[in-house]
């Protein structure tokens, strides 16, 4: 089947499993790109602020890029699928095997591994589901790997009548992400993990706005519609990518866990309500889970996100549902 979509697609009648989809221009990031997602997002990850820490921990003379941002780059260089989306379902099993640096290219691939039709309801034109294959690439090495599930309109009066399983997102095995730990990262140069008990939650009283939304956007070359212009989404408003959620939750957990060496996966993230600019939105972060390693701490955080709008509950409406793995440093024995 030919590579080549037009420019208002694809659309889910379009696409078959194992298309390749086209790939979008590769991406240096360089100073200015992450200076401008740290504008956006305001995170505050120590190896990606100090050179001279950086440098101390990972051996590199360059700055580490956010994984924030590592993410953020491939969900858009991966949006080729997803021009047309309706929403995104979720996003599934990331992993980020490789620590990128300021400098560094990344380019990423996209296939469709499996398709499924929505119900279709009176009155509203077919969708359906579709489960793409995402893999992003810095020097010959993957540093994103993951599942995303955008839904999309049919252009054609009939649905193709697919049904594949699409899966599930299954345990979280953090025991798995033990084997990308950076080996030669000093992690007790990042000071002690503070005590944080499995099960125990804390609210970030900071709130945070969401604004510069469609700079994000065009930051990453996120091409889906909804995300640039309101009369292309289901809402009277524009839809914000949901990745900036994402962003502004990372830079949450990094002030509850000031001592984040970085983020090594995702377990899964369910956009549980949209969100719109002008948004003030608060954080719930709740330990999961934790696994020492040698000289190294790793925790699965559960991230909730709330909206707080004139018509919200008292604690906000539920936007954001994300379990990510993050390496921090070790505890101090005893």
């Known amino acids: 089947m030919p590579d080549v979509i037009p420019l208002d697609g694809p659309f889910y009648d379009d696409l078959v499993v194992g ?6 221009p590769a991406v240096t990031l360089h100073s200015g790109v992450t200076a401008l997602h740290q504008a956006l997002v305001g995170e505050r990850l120590a190896l990606c602020l100090d050179i001279e820490l950086c440098r101390a921990v ?3 003379d360059r700055l580490l890029v956010s994984p924030g941002l590592v993410m953020q780059m491939s969900i858009g260089q991966s949006t080729t699928v997803s021009r047309r989306a309706v929403a995104n379902l979720f996003y599934r099993n990331v992993r980020l095997p490789t620590p990128v640096f300021v400098g560094d290219t990344v380019e990423t691939a996209v296939v469709v591994s499996a398709l499924a039709d929505s119900s279709p309801k009176p009155g509203r034109a077919h969708r359906g589901k579709v489960l793409v294959d995402i893999v992003t690439t810095a020097n010959g090495e993957p540093v994103a790997t993951y599942q995303r ?3 999309l309109p049919a252009a054609g009066p009939d649905l193709p009548e697919h049904a594949d399983d699409l899966g599930d997102f299954g ?3 953090l025991e798995s992400f033990v084997e990308i730990i950076p080996p ?5 140069l990042l000071g002690e993990s503070a005590p944080w008990s499995i099960g125990e939650s804390i ?4 709130r945070d706005v969401i604004d510069g939304a469609t700079s994000l956007v065009r930051l990453t070359h996120n091409l889906a519609m909804i995300h640039r212009d309101a009369s292309e989404a289901p809402y009277p408003e524009r839809l914000v990518y949901g990745g900036h959620v994402v962003g502004l939750a990372q830079a949450s957990l990094s002030r509850v866990v000031p ?6 996966g995702w377990h899964e993230c369910n956009h549980t309500g949209p969100a719109f600019e002008g948004d003030l939105l608060s954080f719930e972060h709740t330990l999961m889970d934790s696994v020492e390693a040698p000289s190294a701490e790793l925790q699965a955080v559960r991230v909730q996100g709330f909206a ?3 018509d919200s509950p008292v604690h906000g409406t539920p936007i954001l549902d994300w379990t990510v793995v993050v390496l921090v440093a070790p505890r101090s024995p005893g």
């Open 308 to 310: 707080h709008r004139d």
């Open 259 to 264: 001592n984040i060496a970085t983020v090594l």
């Open 19 to 24: 298309r390749r989809l086209a790939r979008q």
């Open 149 to 151: 599930c955008p839904m």
């Open 203 to 206: 609210l970030d009283p900071t």
């Open 184 to 188: 030669e990262w000093k992690l007790g």
């Open 171 to 173: 345990p979280l095995d």
């Open 58 to 60: 990972t051996g590199s």
